[in-house]
């Protein structure tokens, strides 16, 4: 490859059902099917999807270019999965104009509609994920990210170092009353700190005030909780459960709770699922929500999803797995068995 030329991922499109999408075409309209217009059309979306993903890798640390990646690709993957079934819906029921109004199926194209209108919910879902694609490392870091414990370690790192360079700086100053010749800053960092210091308010000013030491340590706190919880997260046994009609699942590998029923649940369940965070997913067929300790605690308001045992959703998180408690004893250090005993006197 030549010299400052950028390598550009290849982009991986995914099959476009080309018969459901001319099927569907001839059930509701009376033009032609133009041949590869489905195709044509899904390829066309997913190339702006990856120009957008291209131009977010510009702009943010290398670090962030596999998640961008990996989110382009769920996004063609799901597009794809979503129109084919789109074009399945379109070509169970014909349109009144097809079919002319005799003998129409009313319940069958009451039933399309509510499919179409569901996997419309899908798309819009997968519509998010561009919107996901052009946030990815601007901001905070997603417990969903594979890395997010390694990259909060970088932030820490930066955090801590920031820390004791402000300290020091400040001794510095004490000493010599003055920043030139510090070497823990550069020419322009001395000058920008030189003209704060010179608009302060404050009668004695230093190079960091007290508060900019007190919030930077607040933040070297919150990194740290963040990731004693990502890593006993990441620890957890999650275990799932059935209840009366469905069961519940732990998807580790996408960091999803997701609720399988065996039918359609009413509106009444419906409504109080997407009322506790949770949210269809066609394309795996289950309600679902992030994969954290607030989701088991919305488990555990669900009265739709009580475990047949009775007991709430997170007391089966509670429970220590045995596996992991035997390697934990054999871990331990054994006592030596011919090691002097302690007699204890005679009671």
Known sequence: MARGTKEVEPINYYPINEAAARRAKEMNSF???????ATEEYRGMVDKAAALAERQKARVAPMYHEKIDRLLDTYARKLAENMNHGYAIDARVPSVMIAGPANFPVGKKEKQNQARHSNMEE???IQGLLEKIQSTGMGGI??????????????????ERSQLIMKEVNVYYRKHKTLDGCALLSPEQIEQLKAAMASSYRSSPKPFESYQLTN??????????RMEQLSRQAEREFSGWDFDGGHVEMNREDNRLQVFFDGKPDADTRAELKGNGFRWAPSVGAWQRQLTDNAIRAADRLDCIKPLSGEKPSQFQKKPSILKAMQEHDAEPHRETNAPVKKQPER
């Open 216 to 225: 930077n340590n607040a933040e070297i706190r919150r990194v740290k909780e």
């Open 142 to 159: 997603s417990a969903d990210d594979p890395a997010a414990i390694e990259k909060l370690q970088k932030k820490l790192d930066g955090l």
């Open 123 to 125: 798309w819009r879902h």
């Open 31 to 37: 033009y032609d099917y133009k041949e590869g217009s």
